[in-house]
C-alpha cells in the first residue's frame, strides 16, 4: 500500500516531466502548464501537453519552489497558470502568481475574461483538441482570435 504524502508538498504528474520527449513539448509550447488536479493533467496528456497539477485551487510555497526548478531544469523557464476559470480557481490563480513570481517566470493561459470569455467556469479537462490549439496560438503569436485586452 502507497504512503500518502501530504496534501501542499507534492506536484501530481511531476514524474512524467522526466522524459525527453516531455521536455522537447514543453519547449515547443513555451510553458509548463500548472492545473488545480490530476484530471486536468490527464486530458493535458491525451493532448500531448505535459502539465503539473496541485491537487488543490491553491500552492504552497513548497509546491511554488519545485515548480520553479521543475520550469528551470525540465522546461523553457516559464511557469503557465492554467487554474479552472471559476471563482475559486481565479482566486487561486492570484495567490499563484504571488508565489510562483518570487522564483520563475510567470503567465496566464486563460482567465474568464481571455478569448472572449468562452473559457468562463471552464476546467482544463474539459478542452477539445481544436480549443488547445487556440490557446497554445495565444502562446506563440500573443493573439487570440476574438480577444483582446479590455479597454
Same mark, same amino acid.
Given at each position: 500500500? @502507497?504512503?500518502?504524502? @501530504?496534501?501542499?508538498?507534492? =506536484? ?7 522524459? $525527453? $520527449?516531455?521536455?522537447? $513539448?514543453?519547449? !515547443?509550447?513555451?510553458?509548463? @502548464? ?8 490527464? #486530458? ?9 497539477? =496541485? ?10 519552489? &519545485?515548480?520553479? &526548478?521543475?520550469? #528551470? ?28 513570481? $518570487? ?7 486563460? /482567465? ?5 470569455? &468562452?473559457? &468562463? ?6 478542452? /477539445? ?7 497554445? !496560438?495565444?502562446?506563440?503569436?500573443? /493573439? ?5 485586452? @479590455?479597454?
Amino acid at each position: 500500500m @502507497p504512503i500518502p504524502t @501530504p496534501r501542499g508538498s507534492e =506536484l501530481y504528474g511531476a514524474h512524467a516531466l522526466q522524459s $525527453q $520527449q516531455a521536455a522537447e $513539448q514543453l519547449r !515547443a509550447i513555451g510553458v509548463l @502548464p500548472l492545473v488545480e488536479g490530476p484530471n486536468d493533467v490527464i #486530458r493535458l496528456s491525451l493532448l500531448d501537453v505535459p502539465a503539473v497539477a =496541485l491537487c488543490s485551487n491553491r500552492i504552497t510555497r513548497e509546491q511554488a519552489e &519545485k515548480v520553479g &526548478k521543475l520550469v #528551470r531544469e525540465r522546461a523553457c523557464g516559464t511557469v503557465g497558470i492554467f487554474l479552472d476559470a471559476d471563482e475559486e480557481g481565479l482566486n487561486g490563480m492570484r495567490q499563484c502568481l504571488g508565489f510562483i513570481a $518570487q522564483v520563475a517566470p510567470v503567465r496566464l493561459l486563460w /482567465t474568464d475574461r481571455m478569448f472572449g470569455g &468562452k473559457f &468562463k467556469g471552464r476546467q482544463p479537462e474539459s478542452l /477539445t483538441l481544436e480549443e488547445w490549439q487556440e490557446i497554445h !496560438a495565444y502562446l506563440t503569436t500573443g /493573439t487570440a482570435a476574438g480577444w483582446s485586452l @479590455p479597454s
